[in-house]
């Protein structure tokens, strides 16, 4: 089984960057899809991007395309997410979410593993 844990979360001035990592244990990451989620405060929880268990698919939400890179390296055991030109509307939680099925991570419901979040705070 996979178990995830987020890093690299922190407050940085809007315009600025971030990478997000996500750590995974276990085996068999390799064929996990992997995804990123977010939920700000008082908002529902939201999709933000997911790549496929060999990184050959990779699909944004709209609010975040050409801003956000989601990457994987395998051999380590790592997702990542490389934010730039991030905006206040930015700030969230960031979740880290695995699925063996790429559908399921991109709906959001029924994912198999989910981390416990990495606060990211972008000011104006």
């Known amino acids: 089984q996979v178990q995830l844990v987020e890093s690299g979360g922190g407050l940085v001035q809007a315009g600025g960057s971030l990478r997000l990592s996500c750590a995974a244990s276990?085996?068999?990451?390799?064929?996990?899809?992997m995804g990123w989620f977010r939920q700000a405060p008082g908002k529902e929880r939201e999709f933000v991007a997911a790549?496929?268990?060999?990184?050959?698919?990779?699909t944004y939400a709209d609010s975040v395309k050409r801003r956000f890179t989601i990457s994987r390296t395998n051999a380590k055991n790592t997702v990542y997410l490389q934010m730039n030109s991030l905006k206040p509307e930015d700030t969230a939680v960031y979740y880290c979410a695995a699925d063996i099925n790429l559908r399921t991570v991109l709906g959001g419901t029924g994912v198999d593993r989910w981390g416990k979040g990495t606060q990211v705070t972008i000011s104006s």
């Open positions: 790549i496929s268990w060999a990184g050959t698919s990779k």
């Open positions: 276990g085996r068999t990451f390799s064929t996990y899809a």
